[in-house]
């Protein structure tokens, strides 16, 4: 059974950082992409960040290009999701997730769609203040 656990959410002035993680179990993690979405009160689910099961590649919006990486460490079985320079903007539920396509690669548009993603941890609370 697969889970993804995120964690490091939180409360943040503008312009402050903060770290999530997300904790997988039930497989082998490093087979499989990870991705970051957020979803803010009224708002379609938007994509984040993404990174490939090599780690070669990682994938971000215009919105968070700059400001946000996404790392993995294998060995532990998490992904992170560094954010800086946070924006009131920010202010979402952020979700880990992964494909269920092991070392499969492809273009961009896999990794922005949330489609492409079979496992969803519950979310963690971002909030920004202005």
């Known amino acids: 059974q697969v889970q993804l656990v995120e964690s490091g959410g939180g409360l943040v002035q503008a312009g402050g950082s903060l770290r999530l993680s997300c904790a997988a179990s039930?497989?082998?993690?490093?087979?499989?992409?990870m991705g970051w979405f957020r979803q803010a009160p009224g708002k379609e689910r938007e994509f984040v960040a993404a990174?490939?099961?090599?780690?070669?590649?990682?994938y971000y919006p215009d919105s968070v290009k700059g400001r946000f990486t996404i790392s993995r460490d294998n060995a532990k079985n998490t992904v992170y999701l560094q954010m800086n320079s946070l924006k009131p903007e920010d202010t979402a539920v952020y979700f880990c997730a992964s494909d269920n396509r092991p070392y499969y690669s492809s273009s961009s548009s896999y990794y922005f769609d949330p489609l492409s993603y079979n496992y969803w941890g519950q979310g963690t609370q971002v909030t920004v203040s202005s």
């Open positions: 039930g497989r082998t993690f490093s087979m499989y992409a």
């Open positions: 990174i490939t099961w090599s780690a070669g590649n990682t």
